[in-house]
Nanobody
Framework: VQLQASGGGLVQPGGSLRLSCAAS????????MGWYRQTPGKQRELVAT???????NYADSVKGRFTISRDNAKNTVYLQMNNLKSEDTAVYYC??????????????WGKGTQVTVSS
């Protein structure tokens, strides 16, 4: 299983970035997908999730600014980030989850992509 995140970088406050996460080795369409972020010394926190049925959920801190979406034909999940703030600076990680009856939750993580919001 491989989750390849891309699209991070340096952006000024108020700017936008779009993160992408391309998945391989899984049946993408049946997995719930999510974006999480982590800063040094802090726990990884949820940013946004999208279920296999395309139901979305967002952290309060990003509601109205970030949009998660998925393209099952491309095995890719996206995170559109608008009106970025300095507090959005973090390493962003992609996650895939699926519950298998009898085996439990299967969870996969990709390597992160750095997002830095600074003037």
């Amino acid at each position: 299983v491989q989750l390849q995140a891309s699209g991070g970088g340096l952006v000024q406050p108020g700017g936008s970035l779009r993160l992408s996460c391309a998945a391989s080795g899984i049946i993408f369409s049946i997995h719930d997908m999510g974006w999480y972020r982590q800063t040094p010394g802090k726990q990884r926190e949820l940013v946004a999730t999208i279920t296999s049925a395309a139901s979305t959920n967002y952290a309060d801190s990003v509601k109205g600014r970030f949009t998660i979406s998925r393209d099952n034909a491309k095995n890719t999940v996206y995170l559109q980030m608008n009106n970025l703030k300095s507090e959005d600076t973090a390493v962003y990680y992609c996650n895939a989850e699926h519950t298998i009856v009898g085996l439990g939750d299967m969870s996969y993580w990709g390597k992160g992509t750095q997002v830095t919001v600074s003037s």
